[in-house]
């Protein structure tokens, strides 16, 4: 299988809903994706500002500055001590990393790739890439002899689920008596909304109370993406197992898989800063707060979306009827066919829209 193999970008599929409803009156209120629509911080946008002298290649590890500032964060914002600035990696965006992962383990046939029932596709599509064979699984017990490699997602885009320590450890466990890597992609974990995440901090696979201290065989895969309105810089990381980030750094040195230096100052400014991540979860939880009791006026049941950027949503209709529905009043959902096939009567309804959005949204809800 090559990349010229893999299916047409599904989200062709939306286009026919995102006419209609951009033939509100109003406009649309599109909450189909998840790209953040608040201004970059001025703290990050300055650094990059002040790093456009970039004459040299930048070094696929990452400064010495970044690495320290992805150890920092761990730390501080993560409850994860004792990380060594060899043991982290910044990496263009986050999506690169998950679909080459395979490729950077040098998986293929024969071995299984597990991701969960409700996933990011493109865990799948970094499986089916190399040839491996890619199986939707929460549970640890039903994972195959053959797998290689775990994706875990908490907070999960889309359901918003959240593993705890407990299921953390559980799937640690049975990866490794499989012998398996896990990676644990984390990106939405600043975002707790309900209990106990509204108190807790979410965890991360490299959590003590995960690992006991042996970090073989463990990765946690982070971006600011999200958490900084950074998606258009590609600014993102991963942390763990020495041995396994030292083989991927190897790899991506080969592929000049390097993150622009300018990024990497800016990087560095937006981990040192926790206040505007405050500011941005608030912005979020404020448009939370409106869409999700509009959302049940509505007649949808909001499933898991317990953290995260994502209500996931059903009104027990198959999830083209309820993309039409929405469209019918000027909003696009995500549907939730295209994060795996158990999710045949799901929506994933975004918090990424201005203010100004969600409420027009909320109250177009209010009129179904
Ligand atoms: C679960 C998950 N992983 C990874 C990504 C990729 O993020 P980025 O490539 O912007 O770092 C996303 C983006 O939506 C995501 O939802």
Same mark, same amino acid.
């Given at each position: 299988?090559?990349?010229?193999? $893999?299916?047409?970008?599904?989200?062709?599929?939306?286009?026919?809903?995102?006419?209609?409803?951009?033939?509100?009156?109003?406009?649309?209120?599109d909450l189909s994706i998840g790209s953040p629509v608040?201004? /970059?911080?001025?703290?990050?946008? !300055? *650094?990059?500002?002040?790093?456009?002298?970039?004459?040299?290649?930048?070094?696929?590890?990452?400064?010495?500055?970044?690495?320290?500032?992805?150890?920092? +964060?761990?730390?501080?914002?993560?409850?994860?001590?004792?990380?060594?600035?060899?043991?982290?990696?910044?990496?263009?965006?986050?999506k690169?990393?998950?679909?080459?992962?395979?490729?950077?383990?040098?998986?293929?046939?024969?071995?299984?790739?597990?991701?969960?029932?409700?996933?990011y596709?493109?865990?799948?599509?970094?499986?089916?890439?190399?040839?491996? /064979?890619?199986? *939707?699984?929460?549970?640890?017990?039903? +994972?195959?002899?053959?797998?290689?490699?775990? +994706? $875990?997602? @908490?907070p999960?885009n889309p359901?918003g689920?959240?593993?705890?320590? =407990?299921?953390?450890?559980?799937?640690?466990?049975?990866?490794?008596?499989?012998?398996?890597?896990?990676?644990?992609?984390?990106c939405y974990? #600043?975002l707790?909304?309900?209990?106990?995440?509204?108190?807790?901090?979410?965890? @991360?696979?490299?959590?003590?109370?995960?690992?006991?201290?042996?970090? @073989?065989?463990?990765?946690?895969?982070?971006s600011?993406s999200k958490q900084?309105n950074?998606a258009?810089?590609? *600014?993102?990381?991963?942390?763990?197992?020495? &041995?396994?980030?030292?083989? $991927?750094?190897?790899?991506?040195?080969?592929?000049? $898989?390097?993150?622009?230096?300018?990024?990497?100052?800016?990087?560095?400014?937006?981990?040192?800063?926790?206040?505007?991540?405050?500011? !941005?979860?608030?912005?979020y939880?404020?448009?939370?707060?409106?869409?999700?009791?509009?959302?049940?006026?509505?007649?949808?049941?909001?499933?898991?979306? #317990? =953290?995260g950027l994502y209500l +996931?949503?059903?009104?027990?209709?198959?999830?083209?009827?309820?993309?039409?529905?929405?469209? #019918? &009043?000027?909003?696009?959902a995500g549907?939730?066919?295209?994060y795996?096939?158990?999710?045949?009567?799901?929506?994933r309804v975004s918090l990424t829209a201005?203010?100004?959005?969600?409420?027009?949204?909320? @109250?177009?809800?209010?009129?179904?």
């Open positions: 299988m090559g990349v010229s193999d $893999l299916a047409d970008y599904p989200w062709d599929a939306v286009a026919p809903f995102a006419e209609r409803a951009r033939a509100h009156p109003d406009g649309i209120v608040d201004p /970059t911080p001025p703290v990050v946008a !300055q *650094a990059l500002a002040a790093a456009t002298d970039a004459h040299a290649y930048p070094q696929t590890m990452g400064t010495a500055d970044l690495r320290g500032a992805i150890v920092d +964060w761990y730390a501080r914002r993560r409850g994860v001590t004792g990380l060594t600035p060899d043991q982290v990696l910044p990496t263009v965006g986050s690169e990393l998950v679909a080459l992962l395979p490729l950077l383990l040098d998986l293929g046939p024969g071995d299984v790739v597990v991701h969960p029932r409700a996933a596709p493109t865990y799948e599509v970094g499986a089916r890439l190399v040839g491996a /064979t890619p199986v *939707a699984s929460d549970d640890p017990a039903d +994972w195959p002899e053959a797998t290689k490699l775990v +994706w $875990l997602n @908490s999960g359901d689920r959240v593993l705890d320590a =407990a299921a953390l450890r559980d799937a640690v466990v049975r990866a490794r008596r499989l012998g398996a890597v896990v990676a644990s992609d984390e974990a #600043e707790g909304w309900d209990a106990p995440w509204d108190v807790e901090p979410i965890p @991360s696979v490299l959590d003590g109370r995960v690992t006991d201290g042996d970090l @073989s065989g463990i990765l946690s895969v982070y600011l900084s950074l258009g810089y590609r *600014a993102a990381f991963l942390a763990g197992d020495r &041995v396994l980030v030292d083989r $991927l750094l190897t790899g991506r040195k080969h592929l000049g $898989l390097m993150l622009p230096a300018p990024v990497q100052r800016a990087m560095t400014a937006a981990l040192a800063d926790d206040a505007h991540v405050s500011r !941005q979860k608030e912005l939880r404020a448009r939370r707060d409106v869409l999700k009791p509009a959302l049940e006026s509505a007649g949808f049941r909001i499933d898991s979306s #317990e =953290a +996931w949503v059903t009104e027990g209709r198959d999830t083209w009827e309820s993309m039409a529905r929405l469209a #019918e &009043v000027g909003i696009l549907p939730g066919v295209f795996g096939a158990h999710h045949p009567q799901h929506v201005t203010d100004e959005r969600i409420r027009a949204a909320a @109250s177009r809800l209010r009129g179904i």
